[in-house]
């Protein structure tokens, strides 16, 4: 497939907005809606195969996002010196349209987790809770099966390592079962209705809310802030993090993720999630002095 605007696949699938890529000998192996892909990128050519082999390239356009004017996003949010910086950087990255179901799912897992422990999360439900896909004599497994995940015990999900998040998951489940329009329902809301919905689900607090309304409702404005973002916007303000009396950082609270949060889509306005990832992905990425606090 020709790309005809500006894209970096391995930026896009390594900047930590998705969690059950894997890249092999060039290519990259996903599970997308129970499709098994096969992704490389060479060039302005962007090469894939999939099972089962009807995907089209119209499904492909749409999960990677192809379909936004990155050149104009980018110019949007260039609005400081640590954005000019990631924009430098990593320019072809681009958001990830993701199923509302595993986005929400993979997020509320990925709530105090590390990026590896997340994996090895949706590893571990998929197996246990997804369908088994064989491609070329290789296992891939579905994402969890909302009916065989609200069907389960809250120890049949702890197998899967996810610790707390199992109660969570199981009521989200339970929720999503009984009103299998529960999530599809809230795509027609405005984004702070939307961030409002999503957190009266089990387990998701402000970032996840954030996180799933950005990468899986197409809310571009969303701003999802953890502890490296919360640095980010601190040195962009020109102010001092705030500190306990024994000078570590002082945990987020809600009314400060809040305050950040307006901040930022005010500063970058209505593609600040597009920012959000740029900064993330940098600072995640690069041992600068500028960023640290």
Same mark, same amino acid.
């Given at each position: ?8 696949? #391995? ?46 390239? @119209? ?51 990925? !709530? ?18 997804? #369908? ?32 707390? &998040? ?23 809301? #405005? ?5 409002? @919905? ?27 802030? #953890?502890?490296?973002? &919360? ?8 102010? %001092? ?17 809040? %305050? ?29 002095? !500028?960023?640290?606090?």
């Amino acid at each position: 497939m020709k790309l005809e605007s500006h894209f970096n696949l #391995d930026y896009t699938l390594s900047c930590g907005q998705v969690f059950r890529w894997e890249k092999e000998n060039g290519w990259w192996y996903g599970i997308v809606d129970g499709n098994s892909l096969k992704v490389r990128q060479e060039g302005d050519e962007l090469l894939f195969s999939a099972y089962p082999e009807d995907v089209a390239e @119209e499904f492909i356009k749409s999960y990677f996002r192809l379909d936004d004017d990155l050149f104009n996003i980018v110019q949007s949010i260039n609005k400081d010196v640590k954005i000019n910086k990631a924009i430098r950087q990593f320019n072809g990255l681009r958001i990830v349209r993701q199923s509302v179901w595993d986005c929400l799912i993979s997020y509320v897992c990925a !709530t105090n987790a590390s990026i590896a422990v997340i994996e090895n999360m949706l590893r571990n439900l998929s197996e246990k809770f997804g #369908d088994e896909i064989i491609v070329n004599g290789k296992a891939f497994f579905s994402f969890p099966k909302v009916k065989k995940l609200a069907k389960a015990s809250v120890n049949e999900i702890k197998l899967c390592n996810v610790g707390y &998040r199992a109660r969570f998951l199981s009521e989200i489940a339970k929720q999503v079962e009984n009103n299998p329009n529960l999530l599809e329902e809230l795509r027609n809301s #405005d984004y702070l209705e939307l961030r409002d @919905e999503l957190r009266s689900l089990p387990g998701v607090g402000p970032k996840v809310a954030d996180c799933v309304s950005l990468f899986a409702f197409d809310k571009l404005e969303a701003f999802p802030i #953890d502890v490296w973002i &919360r640095r980010v916007i601190y040195l962009i303000k020109g102010a %001092a993090i705030p500190r306990t009396k024994y000078g570590t950082e002082k945990s987020l609270t809600v009314s400060e993720y809040t %305050a950040l949060s307006s901040f930022a889509r005010r500063h970058y306005g209505k593609f600040a999630g597009y920012a959000q990832e740029y900064l993330y992905y940098y600072i995640r990425s690069n041992d600068d002095r !500028t960023f640290r606090v």
